[in-house]
């Protein structure tokens, strides 16, 4: 994602116009990336196009099933999902690998999952409704750089232990928690979220925003929350998902691989996040898809186990 400045009409055209030209993510630090084309087909090319070098007949301009506003969100997603510096295809194998891949990209990483460009996608806005949900005693898995503890009530909060992967990632977030305004009863800890070191039952209220899809064991990683998540607690998911509209599906299915490999940071993005509650012991009571499924919140609880 690029340093946003600007108007939001502006923010927006950058945005599509990276899609349409394919132009990657790439922080001052980072290594060089291979340049991959971001593009939904010829006729989303166009329409990113013409929406900018016709602002009098842009108004009625209209992709064949999805209204303007909405297809310009989905493309930009595209772009973001499938922008970021490169990591070996082996990498979600190799925990250690995976940790020191990210300790090197942690300070440059809000740059891509963080600001306005995150604001105008509506990506802050469900990590906000996911963190507002969070009662009692609280455990964050994948808590990165820290970009979701503005949004914690520390009054609402008993107390928040956050775990990540990455050391280098938790510097980050120590560095966040110490720049809020209301302190947090915070402790940080380095650990694999497919073998947590905590009792079961331990929290009232588990989240875990867009980090299944990079993890090694993603429905091992779901079914430890389920298991320290608390008999009358809850479990909070913002994920990448493959979306329910058939070209978007398709398209994710395409360049998964890929994206996985070369640009989406080892993101693997249309993951069936769904089947994976369903089959660790959870059930969703709320489901909220954005940006036409490319992105789910889900709230769920446990079930009893046989």
Do not use: W
Request: aromatic fraction near 4%; include cysteine.
């Amino acid at each position: 994602m690029v340093h946003q400045s600007g108007s939001k009409s502006e923010v927006q055209k950058r945005l599509c116009l990276r899609a349409c030209v394919g132009t990657p993510y790439r922080p001052a630090d980072a290594r060089p990336v291979t340049k991959a084309r971001v593009a939904l087909g010829p006729q989303s090319e166009e329409l990113c196009r013409r929406q900018y070098q016709s602002p009098q007949g842009a108004s009625n301009q209209q992709a064949p099933l999805l209204q303007r506003a909405s297809f310009l969100r989905v493309v930009a997603a595209a772009a973001v999902m499938s922008s970021a510096p490169l990591l070996p295809s082996s990498a979600g194998g190799d925990n250690q690998r995976l940790a020191e891949l990210y300790d090197r990209y942690a300070p440059g990483y809000n740059a891509l999952d963080g600001g306005k460009a995150a604001d105008e996608l509506g990506l802050n806005a469900l990590r906000a409704k996911a963190i507002g949900s969070c009662r009692g005693r609280v455990l964050e898995v994948g808590v990165g750089t820290g970009l979701n503890l503005p949004y914690y009530e520390p009054s609402r909060c008993i107390s928040l232990t956050a775990v990540d992967l990455s050391a280098g990632m938790l510097r980050e977030a120590e560095k966040a928690a110490g720049a809020l305004r209301s302190p947090l009863p915070l402790r940080l800890i380095r650990m694999d979220a497919a073998s947590l070191d905590f009792a079961d039952g331990s929290f009232d209220s588990v989240v875990d925003t867009f980090s299944l899809c990079v993890m090694a064991q993603p429905e091992a990683a779901i079914r430890e929350m389920r298991r320290v998540c608390a008999a009358d607690g809850k479990l909070l998911l913002v994920e990448h998902t493959r979306s329910s509209v058939a070209a978007l599906g398709a398209y994710q299915d395409l360049t998964a691989p890929a994206a996985a490999a070369l640009l989406g940071k080892g993101c693997v993005y249309n993951q069936d996040v769904a089947s994976m509650i369903a089959r660790s012991g959870l059930r969703v009571v709320r489901q909220e898809p954005a940006l036409f499924g490319l992105v789910t919140l889900f709230e769920c609880v446990p079930v009893p186990l046989a």
